[in-house]
């Protein structure tokens, strides 16, 4: 089994040309935003455009809510495809998609920009950011059942039409999320450093923790995920590399889990060791 990515930031029409990338690359499966699709129909997942806030909307689509990921591992062994196609906003998230999910290495990614023009980015950003349209590659009837309450109406004429004939390459719909009419949600970084003290002042062998910073991975107006670091003072007579990936695993796990943010990197540097004195017994 082979698999392949295509990459965008978030409303630039990536599910719009995730079929025409499929076929292009003889793909027979999609993942997008938490569903597994196969040939027109949802095989397996939820998608995170159910969800009714951005944030379990990122956590839906990369697979870290219990059970969703078991569920669309045993369909991929089940269907066995060919050739999967993963569709995210960065090369992290389609790498961590694809760790999750315990998929092979991905071999090729497509980026949006080296397949649509500069002026279908925009309209599809417009659609999104100001009329809350989501695409999802399936056809709408597919739909019904996993959007009850939904906003969902057949793909129409939101891309420029050409006069040229194409191969159908499968229906597409609309949804509009009910975190489309929420706003925008900021997570002060403060949030972010009490999650970090207190996961890592926890640990048993940490006698202090200072010095919490909270970085953003930014490209343009994108935020595509975070970098943090701090030091502490261990304990004397612990395995130190053992103790510090675990707390590093910790940390990850749990503002991914608290906020719905990517962590790139988890950076603790040992300051000093505390000695505890002992007394002598007289």
Known sequence: MDVIALVGPSGTGKSHRALQVAREH??????????????????????????KSRIMAVRRAIFVLPGHADDVREAIHRIQPHRILVIGTSENMVHKIAKTLKLPSIQLIVRIEDIASRAEIETAQFHRLKEGKHIIPVPTIELKPHFSGYLVNPLQSIFKQSNVRRRKLGEKSIVRPVFSYYGKLIIDDRVIEAVVERIVKAREFVKSLKGVTVKHLLKGDDDHGLTISCEVVLSYGNHIPTLIRQTQAYVREAVEFTTGMIVHAVDISVKALYVEERRRLL
């Open 26 to 51: 003889n793909a027979d499966a999609i993942i997008d935003d938490g569903i597994l699709i196969k040939d027109g129909h949802i095989i397996a997942g939820e998608s995170a455009k159910t969800e």
